[in-house]
Nanobody, 119 residues
């Protein structure tokens, strides 16, 4: 069983920064890919960034150059540093991982943290 708890969301002005955190419970954190997704009102959930156990990263085009994903395996935590925030970044941000259980991939999601970018 994996539990993911996000924190760090809030209200920020355009051009500002936030750092989101996702604390994960359970074993084998260091070997699993961790992702950040977001869902804006009326829109589908979309991938923001991911980081593998080997620290390889990938980003959505809108996140490149502004967002940085990182992980601290000693703390079982993944981060999302967001800079130069725009109003269109307003969304609920979710932490996600997928684990194999009996050969079947199981998706785990946190409850999300709200990011509001507004003046």
């Amino acid at each position: 069983q994996v539990q993911l708890v996000e924190s760090g969301g809030g209200l920020v002005q355009p051009g500002g920064s936030l750092r989101l955190s996702c604390a994960a419970s359970g074993r084998y954190f260091s070997t699993n890919t961790m992702d950040w997704y977001r869902q804006a009102p009326g829109k589908e959930r979309e991938l923001v960034a991911g980081i593998t156990g080997g620290f390889s990263t990938n980003y959505a085009d809108f996140a490149k150059g502004r967002f940085t994903i990182s992980r601290d395996n000693a703390k079982n935590t993944v981060y999302l540093q967001m800079n130069a925030l725009k109003p269109e970044d307003t969304a609920i941000y979710f932490c996600h991982t997928n684990r194999l259980l009996g050969g079947i991939g199981i998706d785990y999601w946190g409850k999300g943290t709200l990011v509001t970018v507004s003046s």
